[in-house]
């Protein structure tokens, strides 16, 4: 299982940015993907995350509205859209996938560097 991470880069405040989580060794609409985000000198935070079946997305209460979670089974890659970017959006990016109950182990992507510049 790996969770290869892209996209990331330096934005100015009000711009957009697309992250992909390109999967393999399982199929991604099979279990839950999330991202998650970890700034300087804070927790690492959870910011979305689709569910196995890819129907529903969940998203953490700062990027409602302004971030969307989506995955390409043809691809195998799950996608975060970012827009409206504020400053404090500026961290390492993450994805995560939940293997269970196949498999117990957690898997993470190895994180892109997002910085939004006011």
């Known amino acids: 299982v790996q969770l290869q991470a892209s996209g990331g880069g330096l934005v100015e405040a009000g711009g957009s940015l697309n992250l992909s989580c390109a999967a393999s060794?399982?199929?991604?609409?099979?279990?839950?993907i999330g991202w998650f985000r970890e700034a300087p000198g804070k927790e690492r935070e959870g910011v979305a995350c689709i569910p196995t079946g890819g129907i529903s997305t969940y998203y953490g209460g700062s990027v409602k509205g302004r971030f969307t979670i989506s995955s390409d089974s043809a691809k195998n890659t799950v996608y975060l859209q970012m827009s409206s970017l504020r400053s404090e959006d500026t961290a390492v990016y993450y994805c995560n996938a939940d293997l269970r109950p196949t498999d117990w182990d957690d898997y993470w992507g190895q994180g892109t560097q997002v910085t939004v510049s006011s």
């Open positions: 060794g399982f199929t991604v609409g099979n279990y839950a």
